[in-house]
């Protein structure tokens, strides 16, 4: 039988059942509200900053009931100075009332160290961004800058106008490919050069403070077209700058498509005399390299103070008449240098070159540790900063100068640097022999690599690069350029405090950080130690690059002092065990600067490079493993919509928005790849109407891309999924405890599959328990509820309590320290005192985890043990998230039970 389409499983609602009816509307509903109380705002880095990328965008949680629709905000300066704002719901509740909402400002005003944002209506911006969407392009004008995207063709951007002068012109996509890698020296390796054809563009913000628009299209040569390609440009009101969101997924053949080089190009007329041309790049910290096209400094003869004072400071020299004839009269005679090249090969090393003009060496300018992404070329009648965010983190990377000894110089933002060789996607291995399904389960046994031919396959992964351009009147002062990377390298973000956050009652259970009592203390303070030890095993492993930056190692190699990163399963992460999570929480109680940029890295990196956007894999995630596409097991836990929630709505961030959205229909995926193919004994074919799917990581994940689409307005068809996978779970005979069921890929419900009784110590550790926990608050579905508290009252039970109730006993079950927070939410929702001290001893006992008595301290290594010198704790990245969440949980559901 077909499967119903969207409108025919719309029309049959009414068959649906009781679960349409749980305390959902239909949609946003319309309420007379209580107004909304004032929120405190602050930047997240403290502080007010300097500049701006562009202007700033966050996001504010709403406690049920508080917001209405059509609610207007106002923002003002702690000082009360008005400040124009944007806003727009991103989220809601299920009576209609807004949960989450969005607010954008622009450069209007310079930031100031804190706001308040409370209900009202909201100021005017001085120039408001007007959008015309024409028929063959889109204008946007910030009364700043006006900025032409044209609908169709090679060009990204038409122009980039101050005024009537053309800042920069012709900005387009570039990629170049090379068709094999020459290992063996031939030097036989064919370019070939793509460019990106926009094929869609759509205006998805229009002022007044804030547009968007958006870019597809795919990287085009001859016949051939691949690497598609989403490039969204943000503007604000007043602002000269223009953000940029770059994303591309891979979709060649990992053996013959190398790509050489991937980067976003622009023309800039060049204006003025050589002499006042300007070049810039920001280095290390706030450094900034300062020169001319034409250097009239350090010549043997001297043409005067104040002629080379304002050449280095960027300004007009004075009039060439005016200057020591013995220099104006030889100024043909000075090199003047059109190409310059900043390249970061590594996470340590930068260096700067330069050369007169192609066909003439280089020469080099200089070399440091971590550059700051930014460069600029101009004169004092206007030019161009571009900058790169983790411009070092996200190496190889470079930023390139041609031609600016001419009429128009050519700037390029190099994602890919063509300097560091071609990108190499192969498989590590050729399969050791690994043909069949006994074979490879014995591979997982010791090396704990799920590995299966043709599987680990780069086909349809993706990243994501965030770029800033500002079309500036003149060269600015190098502390202006310090200002403007330091926007580029951490863009200033507003936050509201953890106590709002809280209060709200958004992300289940947690509570802001209290050290109130010593017991209280000693967990809160672990819990930061362990946190910091892992940011820092970061930069001390050096755990950067194109496509690893962001996620973290799985597990520690004692006798090499290294994580192990070449052995299989245990190597890169790929969110086992909700490590997203456990960073996300930890940020949302402490509202600390580094939880957030950790976390934000980290749902970069594991929504884009380990989860397929294209192909038949598509909406499913891959398991922990040497390459982060490597592992066989590809599953809808690891692509957990779950894992990016918190970054969209406390930034809005469209690219992060779209990536939950895709995985609305991950349910499809079973019907092409069996999860636990594998292990089956039974011949298993996939009936859409009778998948074999679990209640635990399958479900969950599935559940909370519904959940998120539903809370911000979409799908309605998520919804009915979401509630008929409840009522259904808990109708059947032990609810979640079966592990599984047959599921029907039409309405998203279960029926009874011939297992009883199937617990797995992973079901609940990848989002279930954040899961139920808000749907249960949200609908207050009792079958559900008893359903849930089942499962977490006897997870860690004794044989003999799951038993009475299931029939038989769960045998020896692991993470018991994990499921302790089970415990704890079971104790909390029955007010069962016995629960909670029950709860509290298994996280003390640590099974899996960290026992009380575990050290939460490291010690220094280093050389010769050691490449380099590092610090090393008796952590893994598993238990840290596992005891990070259950102490988090704990604290929150039962704290009041905590032992002294």
């Known amino acids: 039988m077909a499967m119903m389409s969207r409108r025919n499983l719309l029309l049959s609602a009414a068959a649906v059942g009781a679960a349409g009816q749980i305390g959902w509307t239909a949609g946003p509903a319309r309420a007379e509200r209580q107004p909304a109380d004032d929120v405190p705002l602050r930047w997240l880095e403290g502080g007010a900053p300097e500049q701006l990328a562009g202007g700033s965008t966050w996001g504010v949680a709403w406690p049920k009931g508080a917001v209405a629709k059509e609610q207007a905000f106002a923002l003002r300066t702690a000082a009360g100075q008005q400040v124009p704002v944007q806003t727009w719901a991103t989220a809601y509740w299920p009576d209609g009332s807004v949960k989450w909402t969005a607010h954008a400002i622009g450069a209007d005003i310079a930031p100031a160290e804190q706001y308040v944002l409370a209900a009202g209506p909201p100021a005017a911006p001085t120039a408001a961004v007007t959008v015309r969407d024409g028929r063959d392009e889109v204008e ?21 106008r101050r005024g009537t002068i053309e800042i920069a012109r012709d900005g387009e996509l570039v990629c170049l490919r090379q068709d094999e890698i020459d290992d063996d020296e031939s030097g036989s390796a064919k370019w070939e050069k793509f460019a990106g054809r926009t094929e869609k563009v759509t205006v998805e913000q229009s002022g007044p403070v804030r547009a968007v628009v958006r870019i597809e299209g795919r990287h085009r040569r001859g016949g051939r077209s691949w690497l598609p390609f989403t490039v969204r440009l943000y503007f604000y009101a007043a602002s000269d700058g223009v953000r940029a969101v770059h994303s591309f997924v891979y979709d060649g053949n990992e053996k013959k498509d190398f790509i050489r080089g991937l980067g976003l190009r622009f023309a800039v007329p060049m204006r003025g005399e050589l002499y006042n041309r300007h070049v810039r790049f920001a280095g290390n910290g706030d450094g900034v390299l300062s020169e001319a096209v034409r250097g009239i400094t350090g010549l043997r003869r001297d043409p005067g103070a104040a002629v080379r004072q304002a050449q280095v400071a960027g300004q ?85 100068i041609r031609g600016a000894a001419g009429d128009t ?95 709200a009652g958004v992300f289940g259970d ?153 995985l609305v229909d991950s349910d499809k995926t079973f019907l092409v790849l069996d ?49 008929n996978g409840m009522r259904t779970i808990a109708a059947m005979p032990n609810g979640f405890i079966r592990g599984g069921g047959w599921y029907d890929l039409d309405d998203g ?19 279930l328990v954040e899961l139920c926990s808000e749907v249960i608050a949200l609908t207050g579905d009792e079958a559900f509820t008893k359903a849930w508290l089942q499962y977490c009252r006897l997870y860690n039970g004794t044989a003999a309590e799951q038993t009475a109730e299931t029939g038989q006993s769960f045998g020896n079950l692991n993470l018991r320290q994990a499921h302790s927070r089970l415990t704890a939410y079971a104790a909390a ?17 640590g099974h899996a985890g960290y026992p009380k008595n575990h050290p939460f301290t490291s010690v220094r290594i280093e050389g010769p043990k050691v490449l380099k010198p590092i610090d090393e704790a008796a952590f893994s990245t598993n238990a840290s998230a596992q005891y990070g969440l259950a102490a988090i949980q704990c604290l929150a559901l039962v704290g009041d039970k905590l032992p002294a």
Request: net charge negative; proline share 5%; glycine share 10%.
């Open 510 to 662: 947690w509570s802001p950080v209290d050290r109130s009592t010593p017991a209280r203390k000693l967990i809160e303070d672990r819990l930061d130690l362990m946190f910091t030890f892992h940011k820092e095993q970061v930069d001390q492993r050096s755990w950067y690059g194109f496509w690893d930056y962001g996620d973290v190692m799985h597990s520690y190699d004692g006798d090499r002092h290294v994580w192990r990163y070449d052995v299989g399963g245990y190597a890169w992460d790929n969110s086992e065990l909700s490590t997203d999570l456990w960073l996300w929480y930890h940020y949302l109680r402490t509202g600390k600067s580094d939880a957030f940029r950790f976390a934000e890295a980290m749902t970069r990196h594991t929504g884009e490079v380990d989860v397929y956007h294209l192909g038949k894999w598509r909406d499913l995630g891959t398991r922990h493993g040497v390459q982060h596409w490597a592992d066989s097991a590809k599953q809808t836990r690891i692509s957990n919509a779950g894992y990016r929630r918190f970054y969209y709505f406390l930034t809005a961030d469209e690219r992060v928005g779209d990536l939950m959205r895709d």
């Open 140 to 160: 946007v004008n910030t009364g700043a800058i006006t900025c032409l995207i044209p609908k169709k063709g090679d060009k990204l951007v038409r122009a980039i």
């Open 829 to 845: 929702k029955l007010g069962d005192a016995n629960l909670a001290a029950r709860a509290w001893k298994e996280f003390d006992t």
């Open 316 to 400: 007009a020299t004075p009039a060439v008449a005016t200057w020591d004839t013995r220099v104006s009269s030889r100024l043909h005679l000075i090199p003047a240098f059109g190409d310059y090249s900043l390249r970061q090969l590594s996470a340590d090393g930068f260096q700067i070159r330069k050369r007169t003009k192609a066909g003439h060496g280089w020469i080099p300018v200089d070399a440091g540790g971590r550059a700051g992404g930014l460069g600029y070329i101009g004169s004092p009648e206007g030019g161009f900063a571009f900058g790169m965010r983790d411009f070092w983190q996200l190496h190889p990377t470079q930023l390139d």
């Open 409 to 503: 110089a050519e700037v390029t933002l190099w994602l890919w640097s063509p300097d560091a060789g071609p990108m190499d996607l192969r498989f590590y291995h050729d399969g050791l022999g690994q043909d069949t399904y006994p074979e490879q389960l014995e591979g997982l046994e010791i090396t704990y690599e799920d590995y299966e031919p043709g599987f680990g396959t780069p086909y349809g992964i993706a990243r994501t690069t965030e770029l800033m351009f500002w079309a500036l009147e003149a060269t600015p002062a190098a502390e202006k350029i310090a200002e403007l990377t330091a926007a580029v390298r951490t863009p200033p973000l507003i936050v509201a405090p953890p106590a709002h956050l809280h209060a």
């Open 749 to 767: 419900t279960f029926k009874p599959n011939d297992t009883a009784v199937s617990v797995g110590s992973l079901g609940a550790v990848f989002g």
């Open 675 to 723: 999860p636990i193919r594998k292990i089956r004994t039974e011949p298993y074919e996939p009936d859409p109407h009778a998948l074999g799917v679990g209640t635990g990581t399958d479900w969950g994940a599935m559940a909370l891309a519904w959940l998120t689409e539903w809370e911000r307005g979409g799908d309605p068809i998520a919804r009915e999924k979401l509630l």
